[in-house]
Structure formats: structure tokens, C-alpha cells
């Protein structure tokens, strides 16, 4: 082969390597775009004032006389399309038969419309759902409401495959009293709604109002902290003898590689088999709660973290330097003092790397706690009742949402926002992980 | 004084210590197993929970038949399609992964910079920490769409940047290797030039034809066994990259600087000396991605469209299949588990069938890193 | 002696405050928008009492009823044969009561030109006799069969109302593990057809006429859609008269639980005449 045919292969295998990483930060940067980036449209967006009046309902958060003004003025805005709605709604039984039928269902739909964009008409009694007492409170669902007030959705089949055609109402209603109404929802919807950037830290604790509607994912993360500091708890003790014994005390032979040997299978077991294996013994054999609930979830997701607190323990203990050991020996003091004061306080920082890496981990797994700890709708869970109650939790519950949901759609920015913040809490702790071992390998280089 | 005492211990503290010293090493000893033993108890009570459906209706329905009815009357639970779902998925995401994963790790291990090396590595490992869950709302709500919508286009356009420069490479080098050498150098030049154009619009044809198919697929349905597999093969990424990496690293510096001295290029270094003395690393590097793709659970539940059937024809990415994964994370909710019906047990049947396939790969790997290890130790 | 009658007093009375603000719903992902909203609304009113919902299907939601772990078990079918006679050997006592009905309307993509079907031609695609949209009069494009997952309550409805025993569904068909799943995948693909709950229909996806009758809350009480069945929430036993439980089922006879479950998308059972 020529020498250029030769650099150029060189050349082309470079690149592809540093294609392949390349790929690999662009997809991280293709899944973590749209989940940030839309996530973030949870805590801050545009609010309307519906959103303000249902924050004072619901929560009593808000400045009360001023969504009480600004809530009057909208109100002002709005009778025009009131006073229109009712002027209609009169005059429909004069109208001509084969009139008042062709529009009777349009009016419906438009009546409908302008309850969802701007909440039950005054005077109206209050819906029982809480999703159907306020109008639209996110400015950017707003534009898609009005377009289905001024246009009717309808499918041509004329041509094979369907094609969406919207057909404007304005036409059908020329001439009668609702003809004004339509106007008004082309020129006027920030006086209707009143719209201003609004930033909603309350999201991360709040209670959810009407599945999900409102509110926030207050339950869902306090479950995600109890399932992964319980699982936390129960591991790390376990975890750090098992390594201590491992590093300091085990005789090289065929009971240290059995052991091992399992150690590292229990790293490889799915993550599904591990709910199974809940399910199976600590609900149905063991019965530590009548049902599903956070213990039982807590001690699965332990025995699943518990190889990774293990081997991290191992390698931190590992890289305490010899002589430190051979140090505290020397000065008389016996294996257990040795271990205790020297080499565990030494060790520590990377003990913590693998405790709060399992975190992560825990925090972000679904399969094991499917049949351990998850229910879709639950309160804040109570301290006093983590052994016997089951718990909503980050993971599991945005499965939920993103497929079980009764209006998928239209709680998309909820999805999204638990995905963030299930993907945030997640990769904070891996990158404080990363922090301590950059520290812990300084020091022991200096 | 009284240091002295301590230092020279009398006969009964003596013993005491040495009491203490055993007592405490069979505490630790007792809480390790404990730990190490959850295995065998996992082991156990899936079996044990396994077993009723063994015994009832034996294995070959359930390994061969495809007729999975589990609340038809009466139910049938041949869970070969759900199988091959899992085997597809998962193979699937391990040829998707292992190219770029090898790729990246040997950039990683020789061609980046250290300093910029140790920056790429936590972003690497991000894409192992993120839950999996949300890889699935991601694929569910972003990927899925995007395939079906214009599924083809996104197809051509990957088969476009894969696979021209890569289809132009081999241009070159085949023109060079098949050029006659005893020409001389004028016509040795020609020749080679004759030849390259001739290879190009060879493979410029054939990228166009694959694209152009490709451009035109229709894709039925965005939750297919291709979304699932790109996503699983993300999410083995990082477990191949690291341990293909380490392997890389422990081939030694030896190595590569004979090669270089003998006047190899970095890649012919790197392909024909490192690579091969890595490559059981790099093999047990793919089998923990296998298994990170097999168990899998959250990912295909949402984005396989758990239909289970064998693709037709099998090779098929494009429809829906189901997996053993999925399969017991949605059936367990609907399984009647009061009466320990067959329908309870098929799903640890299926936890067993997973559990000791993982068993088999982690000895597999293990046993290819520790004889690896003693290779080196001994070479 | 008093001071133990005291004590004995508070035991049981907090044993009564424990039984009383407490309940756990399990089961079918049909129910439980119903259940949710009737628990949001509960607590609300009540806010001492702590109601969970799970949804896990209907199979599950038996299976909690007997093992005590919930209190009312929600289902999108009747209990079946095995289950009623598990529960009778442990002594469970199941007692329905019927909190709304449903109709399955079978939803296609809007583009979709076919406006409806028989149920035999229902019956063709589902077992996969008939593969594409042009054998029942749509365009040339390959049909795809989503169903819920095999053993929910949904599907059981479905698949006796339509398939009948025999049949078995196509192999080919995607499941889906709950009716807000259904509607995102057939709204998303142009060939799908599947089937979800009424409360499930809305502009994104079109629901077919079955054997010429639009589902509908009327059609669904008069039984002239076929495809239509009750929900029911199952407890152990009449629950006495003033507990949670009787209560929360109550809720589905009031006015305001009688809107709710009308603004959900089913069908209230009717006042009583």
C-alpha cells in the first residue's frame, strides 16, 4: 500500500474515533436538550392570570389584591364574549330551522371553547373537576384553544389518505349577535388572559391538584428521597463491612472467590428480577407490610445497590497507602483500631463516591419498585408511616404520567418537569461523585 | 509506665484480644455472606417461584411455541416470539453499540489528550447515570414521533453520513491494493486514478440506490424494535467504552512503541497490535453491555410496542416486538397472583430465564478478565 | 382498673380513627381516573384522610382485595370464577357496586377515512383476517392493531364482546398498558386501530360506528352500542353504613360524583327511579 493510502487511513481512523465520541456527547446532548429544556418550562413560563387565581385557590399563594385587580380587569375584558355567548344563545330560537341547526352544534363547540381558554362563564356553577374551574393558565396553550374556537377541525377524504382541513366559524355566525366574539379572540388575548413571566419553584413541592393538572411533584420527590436514602441505609452498613472484610481480613482461598463471585453476579442481575425477587420475598414470604410500601421498596432497591457500594468501598479502602496501615500497627494498635481509626477515616471520601453514585442510582431506578413501593396517586408520605405505606415516586410516577395518563397531552410540561428534575437530581449526585474522586486523587498525588 | 503495660500485654488480655480478633472476624465474615449470599436467595425464591410452571407444563411450549395467549381459555403461554423479541432488541443494540463503543474507547485511550480525556469521562458516564426511565419518556415522547414522521428520511440521512466516507475510503484502498505494480509510474498513476473514479461511482450508486430505499420507508409504527435498540445501545455505551478502555490501557506502552518503531501508522498500531491483545477485554467489555441491554426493563416496556411476534422478515427493526423485560413488568399488575395461577408463575419462569443467562455472562466475563489478567501478569 | 378502661377506650379509638382516615384503592387503569378524581375530591373535603390510588390492573386490584391490602378493589370487569372462588376460601366476602359505565369506542386515526364498522369486520382485524384499511373501505394502508394488554379488565371486555371465546387476537398486535396509551399511539399512527374507554375520546383520534350506532353516554345505557359494560369497585363485604369506604362509593351516586364522572368521559349510572 502507498505511504498516502496509509496516512490517509490513519487520518480516516482518527476521525472516525473521534466521530464516536463525538456521537456520543451529541446524543447525550439530543436526550438531555429537550428534557432540560422543556423541563425547565415546568418552574418558569408564561403564566396567565388563571394561573395566578388558581395559585391563591388552591394554594394561597399569590398577592391576593392584585390578582383580585387583575382578575377584574380580565373580567371586564371578557363581557364582550359573554355578552355575546348570551345575546346568541337568545337569539338562536329565532333564527330560520334549517339555520338554527347548522349552527346550534357550532355554538356548542365554540361555548365549550371559550370555557376552556377562559374557565366556566360567570355565574356558571362551579365544575366539579378542578381542571375544568380556570381557564387556560399557560400562556403557550393558549394560541392552540383559540384556534380551535375560530376554526372547525375536519378531515377531507376526498384524495385516499385524510387531510386536515379548518374550516373558520366566523363564516357560519356573520350577521348574528355572536359575530363580534371572534374578533376579540384574534386581537385581544393578553387583556383576556393576562399573561406574565411567571417563576414556579413551589413545583418541586407542591402537592398535585386533580391528577396532575395542577400543582407540583411534591410526593413524587419526597418518595424518590425515602426510597433512596432507605435503600441507602440499609446497604452502606452491609456494603462497607462486606468491602472491610474483603480488603483486610479475607484469606485468598475458594470461600473468598465464592463470595466474590457472587458479589459481582448480584451486579448483573436486571433490574426487573430484583422486583420479582421483592415481590416474591419480602411481600409475599417475608411479609414486612401488608402491601406494597417504602420499606419494601427501600430494602429491594439496598440489595440492588448494594454491589456498586461494595466495590466502590473495596477500591477506596484498596487505595489507602500501605505504609499508613503499617504506620498504626507499628504504634501497637491491633486490626480492629487499625481498621476504625486509620484506614476507614482514609478511605472515606471514596466510600462516599460509591454511596452517593448509588444514590443516583436508586433514586432513578423503576422495574424493582413496580411490585415493591409505587402507587400512582398518594399525599405526602408521613415519616411514621414509611413501613406499612406505599409511596408515588419520581421514576415511576412519570412512567405513569407519559402513558397511563387520561390527558397525556395536556400535561406534557408535568412530564417533562419530573424528567428534568428525576434527571437532575440524578446526575448532580453522579457529578458530586466526580468531584470527590478529582479531590481524593489530587490528594493522594500531592 | 503505664505505656509499658500496654505494650507488653499480660497473658489474659492477650487472649482476650485474640478472642475479640475472632469474634470480630466472624462478624464480618457472617454480615459478608449475608451480602454475597442475596444471590443465592434471589436465585432461590425466583426458582422456587418458577418451578409450579415447569412442573405443570413442562418446558417446550414455553421455549418453542409461539402462541402467547395467557388469558385466552384456556391460556397458552409459548413465549418463543417474546424471546427472540429480547434476542433482537438486544443484539440489535449491541451491533448498533459496539462499533462506535470500541471506537470511542481506543480515541479515549490513545488519541485524545489526557486532559481533555478526563473531561470526556464523566460526560461519557452521564449517559450510563441517566435513569432509564427517562430514556424511555424521551424515546416514547421524542424518538417515536420523529420515526414515524419522517422515519425514512432520518434513515437515509444516517445511512448517507456513515456511509460515504466510509464507502469512499474503501474506494481508495481497493483501487490502491488492486492497481498493477509493475507499471510504470505515469501509467501506475492513471490506473489508480481509472480505478478510484471507478470504485466511487460504484459506491455512489449504491448509497444512492440504499438511500433512496431507504428514504421511502414508511414506518407503520415509532415504538418498534429499533427505537428500543438505539436507545438500549446508548445506554450500553458507556459499560462497553470504560471496560474496552481499561482493557485498551492494560495492553502497555511496550507494545505500542514496537509497533511504531517497526514504522506502523497509529491506526495500523492500534488495529493490528493493541486491538488483538485487548481483545478479550474488549469481548467481556461486550458481553456486560449484552446484559445491560437484556435486563433492561423501563426502555422497551415503553418503546419496543410490545406486540409479541418475530418480526417478518425476522431481521425486521421496524415492528413491534415484545420482551421477556417488558413482559414482566406489564403482565405482573394483571397477573392473577392470588391463585398462583400459571400466569404468575410464566413471568418468574421468564425472571428465572433472564437471571441465569446473566449468571452465565458475568462467569463468562469474569472468567475471560481473570485469564486475561493472568496472562499478562505472566507474560 | 378504670385507668385500664381508659386505655382500652383510647386503643380502640384510635384503632377506629386509623380504620376511618385511611383507604387504599387498587386496580384497573380504567377506573382510576374515576377513583383519583373521586379521592382528590375527598380529601379536599376531608382533609384528615389519606386515600391511595394505585393503578395496576384489575387482575392486581382482586388480588389486593384478598390479601386485605386495599380496600376497594377497582375493576373494569366481573370478578371471575377463579377469583370469586379464591376469595371464598379465604372468607373475602366480594360485593360489587357498579360506579359507572363505559363504552369501548374503537378509535382510528382522524385521516382515516372509514366511518365504521361491523363487528364481524372488527372481528377480521383484530384476528388479523383482514390486514389492510382497503378490504372495509378506507385507502391502501396496512392496518395496526393495538390492544391493551392481554389480561387487563379492558381487554377481557373487548374480547368477549367482539372476538367472542374462540378467536384469538392477531400476533401482531402492539399492547399497551393503559387506555391514555391507546389514544397517543393510534393518534400518532395513520394505520392504528385500537380501543379505549369513552372518557379517551377527543379530536386527535376518531371513534368508529359499530354496526351503524356512534358510541355515545346514550347509546352506552340503552345498549345499542355493543361494546359497552359497568365499572365496578369491589369491597370485602357491605361496608357499614357511615366508614370511608361506603362514603367514597357513595360519592358515585351524588350529584357532584355523578359530575365528575361525567366530565371524566363515562356514563353515571342513572338516578334511582
Known amino acids: 500500500m502507498r505511504m498516502t493510502t496509509r496516512k490517509l487511513l490513519d487520518r480516516a481512523f482518527t476521525a ?54 387583575e382578575w377584574a380587569g380580565a373580567q371586564q375584558a371578557r363581557r364582550p364574549i359573554y355578552d355575546a355567548l348570551a345575546a346568541f344563545e337568545k337569539e338562536l330560537p329565532q333564527l330560520p330551522a334549517a339555520k338554527r341547526k347548522a349552527l346550534k352544534p357550532a355554538f356548542k363547540a365554540v361555548r365549550e371553547g371559550v370555557a376552556v381558554l377562559l374557565g366556566p362563564e360567570p355565574g356558571e356553577p362551579l365544575p366539579a373537576l378542578t381542571r375544568k374551574m380556570y381557564g387556560q393558565t399557560r400562556w403557550e396553550k393558549v394560541q392552540a384553544k383559540v384556534t380551535d374556537i375560530l376554526f372547525e377541525e375536519t378531515w377531507d377524504y376526498s384524495e385516499g389518505a385524510g387531510k386536515k382541513v379548518l374550516v373558520p366559524r366566523q363564516p357560519m355566525f356573520e350577521g348574528t349577535a355572536l359575530a363580534p366574539l371572534f374578533p376579540l379572540l384574534q386581537t385581544d388575548l393578553t387583556a383576556l388572559l393576562r399573561p406574565r413571566l411567571t417563576f414556579y419553584p413551589g413545583f418541586l413541592t407542591d402537592v398535585s391538584v386533580d391528577a396532575h393538572f395542577f400543582g407540583g411533584i411534591g410526593p413524587e420527590l419526597l418518595g424518590t428521597i425515602y426510597l ?9 452498613p452491609f456494603g462497607i463491612i462486606a468491602a472491610v472484610y474483603f480488603q483486610e481480613y479475607a484469606k485468598e482461598g475458594a470461600v473468598l472467590t465464592f463470595l466474590r463471585t457472587c458479589v459481582n453476579t448480584l451486579a448483573g442481575v436486571p433490574s426487573v428480577v430484583f422486583g420479582l425477587f421483592g415481590l416474591a420475598f419480602f411481600i409475599n414470604t417475608m411479609h414486612v407490610s401488608p402491601g406494597k410500601s417504602v420499606l419494601a421498596g427501600a430494602l429491594t ?38 481498621v476504625l ?106 | 509506665m503505664r505505656t509499658s503495660e500496654h505494650i507488653i500485654l499480660s497473658a489474659g488480655e492477650k487472649a482476650r484480644r485474640k478472642a475479640f480478633g475472632l469474634l470480630g472476624r466472624a462478624f464480618l465474615f457472617t454480615v459478608t455472606s449475608v451480602a454475597a449470599m442475596a444471590v443465592l436467595a434471589i436465585l432461590f425464591f425466583i426458582a422456587r417461584d418458577a418451578w409450579p410452571f415447569f412442573s405443570d407444563r413442562g418446558v417446550g411450549d414455553f421455549f418453542f411455541s409461539k402462541a402467547w395467549y395467557p388469558a385466552h381459555q384456556p391460556p397458552q403461554f409459548g413465549a418463543a416470539a417474546i424471546f427472540a423479541g429480547s434476542l433482537l432488541v438486544t443484539g440489535a443494540a449491541v451491533v448498533l453499540a459496539v462499533p462506535p463503543g470500541v471506537f470511542a474507547a481506543l480515541c479515549m485511550s490513545d488519541i485524545l489528550p489526557f486532559n481533555v480525556r478526563q473531561v470526556l469521562k464523566p460526560v461519557i458516564e452521564m449517559l450510563a447515570a441517566i435513569p432509564s ?37 474503501a474506494s481508495v484502498v481497493a483501487a490502491d491494493l488492486l492497481t498493477p505494480g509493475r507499471l510504470s509510474h505515469a501509467a501506475h498513476r492513471l490506473a489508480r486514478t481509472l480505478l478510484t473514479l471507478c470504485f466511487l461511482s460504484l459506491s455512489l450508486a449504491l448509497l444512492a440506490h440504499v438511500g433512496r430505499v431507504l428514504g421511502g420507508l414508511q414506518v407503520a409504527s415509532g415504538v418498534n424494535a429499533l427505537t428500543a435498540s438505539v436507545i438500549l445501545g446508548v445506554m450500553a455505551l458507556p459499560t462497553i467504552v470504560s471496560v474496552s478502555e481499561d482493557a485498551l490501557q492494560a495492553a502497555g506502552r511496550e507494545l505500542r512503541e514496537g509497533s511504531y518503531a517497526l514504522g506502523a501508522t497509529r491506526a495500523e498500531t492500534l488495529v493490528k497490535v493493541v486491538f488483538p491483545a485487548a481483545l478479550s477485554g474488549v469481548f467481556s467489555a461486550v458481553l456486560l453491555g449484552v446484559m445491560r441491554a437484556l435486563g433492561e426493563t423501563m426502555v422497551v416496556w415503553m418503546a419496543s410496542g410490545n406486540a409479541a411476534q418475530i418480526p417478518k422478515p425476522w431481521y425486521n427493526l421496524l415492528q413491534p416486538v415484545r420482551t421477556l423485560t417488558a413482559t414482566i413488568a406489564g403482565d405482573m399488575g394483571e397477573a392473577d397472583q392470588m391463585t398462583g395461577s400459571a400466569h404468575y408463575h410464566v413471568l418468574f419462569a421468564m425472571g428465572l430465564c433472564l437471571l441465569l443467562f446473566s449468571f452465565t455472562c458475568n462467569l463468562a466475563g469474569e472468567w475471560i478478565v481473570t485469564r486475561q489478567r493472568k496472562r499478562l501478569r505472566g507474560g | ?25 387498587d386496580g384497573s387503569t380504567t377506573v382510576g381516573p374515576i377513583a383519583k378524581a373521586f379521592a382528590e375530591s375527598y380529601m379536599r373535603q376531608n382533609p384528615g384522610v389519606n386515600i391511595t390510588v394505585s393503578e395496576s390492573g384489575s387482575g392486581n386490584g382482586a388480588k389486593a382485595l384478598l390479601n386485605g391490602t386495599c380496600d376497594i378493589a377497582d375493576l ?95 400476533e401482531s398486535a402492539e399492547y399497551t398498558g393503559s387506555n391514555g396509551g391507546i389514544r397517543q399511539r393510534v393518534q400518532m399512527t395513520k394505520g392504528a386501530i385500537g380501543y379505549a374507554g369513552l372518557g379517551f375520546v377527543d379530536k386527535s383520534v376518531k371513534a368508529l360506528e359499530v354496526n351503524g350506532i356512534a358510541p355515545s353516554a346514550e347509546t352506552a345505557l340503552d345498549k345499542s352500542y355493543p361494546i359497552a359494560r359497568p365499572l365496578f369497585m369491589f369491597t370485602n363485604g357491605e361496608p357499614a353504613a357511615e366508614s370511608l369506604a361506603a362514603k367514597f362509593i357513595g360519592m358515585s351516586r351524588t350529584e357532584k360524583g355523578r359530575e365528575i364522572i361525567e366530565e371524566i368521559g363515562f356514563v353515571p349510572v342513572p338516578a334511582k327511579k
Open chain 1, 301 to 338: 432497591l439496598a440489595l440492588l445497590v448494594l454491589p456498586t457500594v461494595i466495590r466502590s468501598s473495596e477500591e477506596a479502602i484498596a487505595a489507602v497507602p500501605r505504609s499508613y496501615k503499617e504506620g498504626a500497627m507499628a504504634l501497637g494498635a491491633g486490626q480492629w483500631h487499625t
Open chain 1, 16 to 69: 472516525a474515533a473521534c466521530f464516536a465520541v463525538g456521537l456520543m456527547v451529541l446524543f447525550l446532548l439530543f436526550v438531555l436538550g429537550p428534557i432540560f429544556g422543556k423541563g425547565a418550562g415546568a418552574y418558569v413560563f408564561t403564566g396567565t392570570v388563571e394561573h395566578r387565581r388558581m395559585m391563591i385557590d388552591q394554594f394561597g399563594r399569590g398577592d391576593e389584591a392584585r390578582v383580585a385587580a
Open chain 3, 1 to 25: 382498673m378504670r385507668v385500664s378502661l381508659l386505655v382500652a377506650g383510647l386503643v380502640a379509638g384510635c384503632a377506629v380513627a386509623q380504620a376511618q382516615d385511611k383507604l387504599v384503592l
Open chain 1, 228 to 236: 433512596a436514602l432507605g435503600a441507602l441505609l440499609l446497604a452502606v
Open chain 1, 341 to 446: 481509626t486509620v484506614i476507614l477515616p482514609a478511605a472515606l471520601p471514596g466510600i462516599l463516591t460509591g454511596i452517593v453514585i448509588s444514590m443516583g442510582r436508586a433514586a432513578g431506578e423503576t422495574a424493582p419498585i413496580i411490585f415493591t413501593a409505587a402507587v400512582s396517586v398518594g399525599k405526602l408520605v408521613n415519616p411514621a408511616e414509611l413501613l406499612t405505606q406505599p409511596t408515588p415516586a419520581l421514576s415511576w410516577n412519570l412512567y405513569n404520567l407519559c402513558t397511563e395518563h387520561e390527558a397525556v397531552d395536556e400535561i406534557r410540561h408535568v412530564q417533562y418537569g419530573m424528567a428534568a428534575t428525576l434527571v437532575l437530581i440524578v446526575l448532580v449526585l453522579n457529578l458530586t461523585a466526580i468531584l470527590i474522586r478529582a479531590r481524593v486523587a489530587r490528594r493522594l498525588k500531592g
Open chain 3, 76 to 170: 373494569s370487569r366481573d370478578l371471575k370464577d377463579t377469583e370469586r372462588k379464591a376469595m371464598a376460601e379465604k372468607g373475602v366476602k366480594p360485593v360489587a357496586h357498579v360506579v359507572a359505565y363505559d363504552a369501548l369506542p374503537v378509535l382510528v386515526h382522524p385521516s382515516n377515512k372509514v366511518k365504521g364498522l361491523t363487528i364481524d369486520q372488527l372481528r377480521g382485524i383484530f384476528t388479523g383476517k383482514i390486514k389492510n384499511w382497503s378490504e372495509v373501505g378506507g385507502s391502501d394502508l396496512a392496518i395496526v392493531v393495538i390492544s391493551r394488554d392481554t389480561n387487563s379488565g379492558t381487554f377481557e371486555t373487548f374480547k368477549d364482546m367482539v372476538l367472542g371465546h374462540e378467536a384469538k387476537i392477531v
Open chain 2, 133 to 169: 426511565v427517562a430514556y424511555g419518556f424521551f424515546a416514547l415522547v421524542v424518538l417515536a414521533p420523529l420515526l414515524q414522521e419522517s422515519g425514512g428520511r432520518v434513515l437515509a440521512a444516517a445511512w448517507w453520513v456513515l456511509a460515504l466516507p466510509a464507502l469512499f475510503l
